[in-house]
């Protein structure tokens, strides 16, 4: 049995899908002014899975909705953070209360290539966690066949990756 719900706002837009193991909300858009937390439902599954792969900009009066959201959230569940778009991991880094104790398990990192191309990458942190934990990007291919460079700050950009639990 599956429960979907549609949430949106005037630059947001939430998708919450409830099945028997865990919670999904979808996040997509703004995070921005029009966005109202209090209308968002506290699912109480023990797993809830925020998937920020279109999440946009967010601003400060946004971010604020977004911390009191994911702080209720956390108060009954485990969260889990997938498939983290670029503004998001920003935005996380920036302000590391934006995950509420949870953690990424996968996020998307820029690169870009000597023959102009610019692209993002799905990096899972478990498949390249001890990469990541010494500040290194995963390493991939470009179409043209070069290495892509990593287009950030990778002692910046990876921070939010400090605060994993040790590997054992
Ligand atoms: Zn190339």
Redesign the pocket.
């Known amino acids: 049995m599956e429960n979907r719900k549609v949430i949106k706002f005037a630059n947001l837009k939430i998708d919450i899908v409830e099945s028997a193991q865990a919670a999904h909300y979808y996040i997509a858009g703004d995070v921005d002014e029009n966005f109202r937390q209090k209308e968002i439902p506290r699912l109480k599954s023990p797993e809830l899975h925020l998937h920020l792969k279109d999440v946009g900009n967010f601003n400060s009066v946004g971010i604020r909705e977004w911390i009191q959201l994911i702080s209720d959230l956390s108060q009954h569940s485990k969260l889990s953070f997938h498939e983290c778009s670029v503004s998001a991991i920003d935005q996380i880094n920036m302000v590391p209360h934006s995950l509420g104790g949870g953690t990424v398990e996968s996020f998307y990192a820029p690169y870009y290539?000597?023959?102009?191309?610019e692209t993002v990458k799905l990096i899972n942190v478990k498949d390249h966690e001890k990469d990541l934990r010494q500040n290194l990007a995963p390493h991939f291919?470009?179409?043209?066949?070069?290495d892509?460079e990593f287009d950030a700050l990778e002692e910046t950009y990876f921070q939010f990756l400090t605060s994993l639990p040790k590997a054992i």
């Not at 290539?113 to 191309?117: E, F, I, L, Q």
């Not at 291919?141 to 070069?146: F, I, N, R």
């Open positions: 290539c000597d023959c102009g191309r291919l470009c179409e043209c066949g070069k892509l």
